[in-house]
């Protein structure tokens, strides 16, 4: 397994030449006996052969757009590729108005050279944590692929398309954990930088006061030099000695219900950071249990997505996932009156979380508290509901709270893949990263 960043610095050694890795990608794309039809909704085969090329030949004279030139990264189908229709992972965009310009990110990707190997699958309109899709087929987690496993969403095909060498590299967005989640149970390290870190212009919205755009890699190296060409402001990360680290535990809400294996994972690598001399504290921070009842009607996520989905909802409901439907529909319950309400509670939660947790050098948590149920699991409705709240659950916090979080793989090799989530406050993703660095370093010497 190559990593982006190892790739990276291969090209700058002058070992490696881009085209090879594009080839490769592409390639596990069109295998008949891989996910590649599930995991994309779209392909860019010629294209990105001949980005790969250009690049080769920019290379070899030293004269490369960036460090990931000519190197696979693949997209969700929510970012908008001039001259093409955003279907955001739906049947109901199929026949609606091509974009007319490329959305921000994919822009500064263009421009970095990247080979842009086509438009990841997602969970309809990025509206649950499953990544399920009835439309395009749902990828199959590489985690006991036979059992047909979920991927997590609502970044299904980004996931699944990283594991498999599919790409090195992919963009997702997060509005819940739409990164993270995917992520944690593909093994897999997953990015969500604060919000206004990425330019979101040219992205289809779920719920634009809790959107962000983020990454997904093997590891945090190249989740960071990923998310440094995307985004408006490189960021500066450094070494961390962990005995200087004092991270919090919150005790409320996000520990419940953990499964065996997840738990065993968490555990141990509480016990490895501890050995390294982290510092941990465990705080009650029962602002956290405020948030089922802001959420009891849907909340922000459902009012803003009844905004932007309402005549369709009205019009072709048919054409929805049924779950997908569901949720948005909550929001047709709510008014303005009820959507101002939610803003304050949120400003004012959000307010008494940061002042709690500013001592501290970062939130730990498990990503989820589950491991990858099957597809099979999932037919039942009320199962299938129970799950995406369980999967959405610790994420989403840091959504509200407006802050940057990282899901890092702390499950051993042959293992259910589990993820250890490490979180900060809006604007802290340097430091976030150098910790996350650290982090990464102890659980894998331990695997």
Known sequence: MTTLWQASQQLLAGQ???????????????????????????????????????????????????????????????????????????????????????????????????????????????????????????????????????????????????????????????????????????????????????????????????????????DVRSCWLLDSVIADKRLAIDERNLSDAHFVIPQTRVLAGLDEHVSAAWLRALDLLRAQGVKITELPLQELAELDTINARGGITAWEAWQWHQHYAQSQPEAYDPQVLTRINRGSLLNAEDAAALYQLRADWKQRVEQAVAPFDGILMPTVPLIAPTLVELDDPARYMQVNLLMLRNTSVINMLDGCSISLPCHQPGAAPVGLMLSSTHGNDAALLSWAAAIETTLKRSS
């Open 16 to 218: 490696i030449s881009p085209e090879p890795l594009t080839q490769d990608a592409l390639r596990a794309i069109a295998s008949e006996a891989g996910e590649g039809k599930r995991v994309f909704t779209k392909v860019y085969t010629a294209d990105a052969q001949q980005q790969a090329a250009q690049a080769g030949a920019r290379w070899q004279q030293q004269q490369p757009r960036s460090a990931i030139d000519g190197l696979p990264i693949s997209i969700k189908d929510l970012f908008d590729v001039a001259g093409e229709v955003t279907t955001a992972g739906s049947r109901l965009l199929s026949n609606a108005s091509p974009a007319t310009a490329n959305a921000s990110m994919v822009d500064r990707l263009q421009q970095a050279g990247a080979a842009i190997v086509g438009k990841t699958n997602m969970s309809e309109f990025a509206f649950t944590g499953l990544g399920v899709n009835p439309h395009y087929g749902t990828p199959a987690n590489p985690w006991q692929r036979p059992q047909q496993r979920i991927p997590g969403g609502s970044s299904s095909g980004a996931a699944v398309a990283v594991s498999d060498g599919m790409c090195l590299a992919a963009v997702g967005t997060d509005t819940g954990g739409s990164v993270r989640i995917p992520a944690a149970l593909c093994g897999l390290t997953g990015f969500k930088p604060s919000a206004s870190r990425i330019d979101q212009r040219g992205t289809l919205p779920l719920a634009a006061s809790l959107d962000s755009i983020g990454v997904i890699a093997h």
